[in-house]
């Protein structure tokens, strides 16, 4: 009998950006760890380096990677809405997803320039790609009621963009030990008072109101009634 061979083969590109992802979300794209994104995809750094001998381009790959399935799931909306109410929804639902993206939280608060400049810089990969989705939101029949569509995109970019790189205030609580190397987690901490309720209802609400503006300015931008009913409707 033949020897079993303990070849294994390489992880898929696929895998790799998602490790390369989840790397960003933990350092900030300036700073991705090409170990821990090889830990991640269960490979070696040599793999990744023999393919991508420029990090900054396997970041730019991998961030392009995700933006296109954020995009896609908001767009898989199953709704009772149409025209433009239904490309509006999808756009708030899309502006969201980034915005509380942990890639986007980290790069809020370690690189905090980075997401200024893309709000100044549309001329990107990144804004391509939002721009070539926003074009495929709309029906012929809907295309030819609106402004040119290579004009509108960008106005629709530059309405969405502050609402996607803006993301909410990571929730500060108090309440744990000031040393966590001597908690002991396998007790409630019943000293102070449980604040992550009253966090959650008010980032609940920001995300509300963030949507519904977002929404309203959206219905207006595309000639539909600002006061429509489906401009007050939860997320």
Not at 4 to 28: C, D, F, N, W
Request: charged share 25%; net charge neutral.
């Amino acid at each position: 009998m033949r020897p079993r061979s303990s070849y294994k083969a390489p992880p898929s590109q696929t895998l790799i950006y998602s490790a390369v992802v989840q790397s960003m979300a933990e350092h900030g794209p300036r700073k991705m760890n090409m170990a821990l994104a090889a830990r991640i995809a269960e490979t070696d750094r040599q793999l990744l380096y023999r393919n991508w001998p420029d990090r900054q381009v396997l970041v730019r790959e991998a961030a392009e990677s995700e933006l296109q399935r954020v995009l896609f799931v908001a767009s898989d909306l199953l709704s009772e809405q149409e025209g433009v109410c239904q490309v509006a929804e999808m756009i708030v639902r899309a502006a969201r997803m980034v915005r509380e993206h942990p890639v986007t939280r980290t790069t809020a608060r370690t690189d905090p320039d980075l997401l200024r400049n893309a709000l100044l810089d549309m001329d990107t990969r990144l804004h391509g790609r939002a721009r070539y989705w926003l074009e495929g939101l709309f029906p012929e029949p809907l295309a030819r009621t609106l402004p040119p569509m290579y004009w509108l995109r960008d106005v629709l970019l530059t309405i969405a963009a502050p609402f996607a790189l803006t993301p909410p205030e990571e929730p500060h609580t108090d309440s744990g030990p000031a040393d966590s190397s001597h908690a002991d987690y396998s007790r409630p901490d019943t000293s102070r008072p449980d604040t992550s309720r009253t966090n959650t209802s008010r980032t609940n609400t920001s995300r509300a109101a963030l949507d519904r503006r977002l929404r309203v300015t959206l219905h207006v931008c595309l000639g539909a009634a600002p006061d429509c009913p489906c401009t007050s409707a939860s997320p």
